[in-house]
Structures are given as C-alpha cells and as structure tokens.
C-alpha cells in the first residue's frame, strides 16, 4: 500500500498569512492526487486534483504542486473559513490512500 | 444539484450486522464509481470500498475484506455497503462519494451517517 506523510500535522497561523502543507507518499503516484478540506462535524470537499489543478468553485488562494513523491498545498493570504483539516490522497493506485491530516488553527 | 445521501448508521452490537445506503440524485450515478470513506471519532479518513460503475469490480481495505460487502442498484441510483461481524473499530462515521473518473478525484460527497459499534 502507498502511504501518504503529511506535514506538518498541526499548523497555527494568522488571518492573511501564506501556509503551506507537504504530502509526500511512500513511492510514485505520478499527478494523482488530490486535495480535500473538511471543516468540523462536515463531509470533505475537494480543493484540487491532478497534484495542481484547482476545482471549479475553490478561491484562486489555493494552489497545489508536485508530482511523483512530493505535493505542497499553498493558501496564501488565509481566510477566517480556511481554518480546518486538509488532507491529501493518493488514486494511484487502491486502496486510495489518505494523509494523516494538517489541522490548521488560528493564531 | 448533486445529492449523495446516507442512511442505514445506528447502535449495533460487535459482532452483528449493518447495511449502510446512499441514494444520489443530480449525478449520473450508473456511470459513476463509486465509494464508501470512513472517519472513526477524532481521526483521519480512511477509504474502506470502491465498486465500479456497472458493479463488476469492487476493492475493500484490508481492514474490512471478508466483513463488508458494496454493492449498488443502478435502477435506485443506489449503493449499498452490507458491514457484518462488526468491531469496535468499525465505529466511524461513514461517507459515500462519487469518483469523478476523468479528474481522478472524490468531486462530491454525502453527508455521512454515523455507525458506533458497541454492547
């Protein structure tokens, strides 16, 4: 099975500040990938697929990069409602693999 | 407006059976794949089963083969996941979601029903 390493697991930042979230994955997934975000008690949404392209509807805010072992998400200039869980997944291959999860909270 | 909507979740003891549901609406549900994701109590996803489109290939995480079976009716834009000899470990809520095939990502998600197993 493909695991997927997210880093940080906890990250603390203020409103307006550029973060990003590092998925590395125990070996190749090629581009897919994916992004989600999942606000408390809430179904995930999807952010990005393809390791970089944004979903119709997401704010341009969000970004993703990388290919093969390694993927960032960036959110630069953070919003109040951008405060949650993100956590990538890997469909390269099943089972579909997720990251353990990046909680990001307000500084 | 695409609808994935579970039911089926409860209070079952270890040991017995559930069968979970998810009606779709709005998507073209007999030429999608479609998924069961759970997230036990505080922790991270984890996908448990995937049944393609017309239900002749289906995968299961290790952790639930031979104790789960998905399964779909196209007819009720319908799937099923059937969970028997249930853990305590299966207590999670469960979430079925649609494989978007061309973007190679989960594009929409149902709500989620929650499953605790328990005596």
């Known amino acids: 099975d493909i695991q997927l390493t997210q880093s940080p697991s906890f990250l603390s930042a203020f409103v307006g500040d550029r973060v990003t979230v590092t998925c590395r994955a125990s070996?190749?997934?090629?581009?897919?990938l994916a992004w989600y975000q999942q606000r408390p008690g809430k179904a995930p949404k999807l952010l990005i697929y393809g390791a970089s392209i944004l979903q119709s509807g997401v704010p341009s805010r969000f970004s993703g990069s990388g290919s093969g072992t390694e993927f960032t998400l960036a959110i630069s200039s953070l919003q109040p409602e951008d405060f949650a869980t993100y956590y990538c997944?890997?469909?390269?291959?099943?089972?579909?693999?997720f990251g353990q999860g990046t909680k990001l909270e307000i500084k | 407006q695409v609808q994935l909507v579970e039911s089926g979740g409860g209070v079952v003891q270890p040991g017995r059976s559930l069968r979970l549901s998810c009606v779709a609406s709005?998507?073209?549900?007999?030429?999608?794949?479609m998924h069961w994701v759970r997230q036990a109590p505080g922790k991270g996803l984890e996908w448990v089963s995937i049944?393609?489109?017309?239900?002749?290939?289906?995968y299961y995480a290790d952790s639930v083969k031979g104790r789960f079976t998905i399964s779909r009716d196209n007819s009720k834009n319908t799937l099923y996941l059937q969970m028997s000899s249930l853990r305590d470990e299966d207590t999670a809520v469960y979430y079925c979601a649609r494989e978007d095939s061309s973007n190679w990502d989960f594009d929409f998600w149902g709500q989620g029903t929650l499953v605790t197993v328990s005596s």
């Open positions: 070996q190749g997934v090629s581009s897919y």
């Open positions: 997944q890997q469909l390269n291959s099943y089972p579909y693999t």
């Open positions: 709005g998507v073209r549900f007999s030429s999608s794949a």
């Open positions: 049944i393609s489109y017309d239900g002749s290939n289906k």
